[in-house]
C-alpha cells in the first residue's frame, strides 16, 4: 500500500532500518502503480543493504538498475551495486557498474573514491592511488577521498608522511567517523607515532568495536601480532 511505503521511506530516512524494512515489506506491489514499485525496491535493497544482509540488497539493487527508466534512481542504485559488491569482495563488478556511469557522462568523486577503493580491495595500488586523485581533483575537501588515499598512501609505504597529512584532513572534516580514525591511527603508527596511533584507534574502536580492520589494526599497534 503507498502508505505502507511513504512511512517506510520515513523510517529509512530516519535511519530506523529495521523498522523500515518491516515497514516496506507489508507494502503490496500489486497495489501501488509502476514507478511506486520501482521505489520500492529501490528502498528495500537500501534497507537490506544497511542492515548488511548484502544478498538481499543486490536482489532489490539489481532489479531497479534493469527495469527502471528513471535516470536518477538508476544512478543511484549502481552507486548502491558498487558499493555493495566492492565490501563483498566483488571488486570487478563495482568497476563494471562504476564504468558504466562514467560512459553515461556521470562524474562524481564519490565515483571515482569507490572505484579506488574497488582497486585497493584487489590490490592494485598505483590504479587505487590515481582514482583517489581524480576524486579530490574534482573536489578537494571531499573526506572520503582523504581518507582513502591518505590510507593507502601510508599502508602501502608510498608516501607514509603525505598520507598522515591527508588522514589528518579527513578527520578534521569528518571528526566522529570511526573509519576515518582507524585510517589515522594506522597512518600514526606507519611514521612511528606510536602513542598517537593507539589513541586514534582506541577512539575508532569506542565508536565501532566489532569493525575487524580497527580491531586487528589496534592489535598491531600494542604488539599482539605483527604486521
Known sequence: MAGRLREGIRLFKAKRWELALAELLQ?????????DNAELAYYLGLCYAKLERYDDALLYLEQVVTSDPDPLRAYQCRMALAYVYSITGRSRLAEFEL??????????PQIYSTLGFAAWTQKRVDPAVDFYRRALDLDGENANALNGLGFILTDSDKDPSKGLALCKKAVEKKPQNPAYMDSLGWAHFKNGNLPEARTWLRRALDLAPRVQDIVTHMRIVVGEVRS
Do not use: R
Not at 27 to 35: H, T
Not at 99 to 106: N, P, Q, S, T, V
Open 27 to 35: 507494502a503490496e506491489p500489486a497495489s501501488i502503480d509502476g514507478s
Open 99 to 108: 564504468k558504466h556511469l562514467i560512459d553515461e557522462g556521470y562524474e562524481s
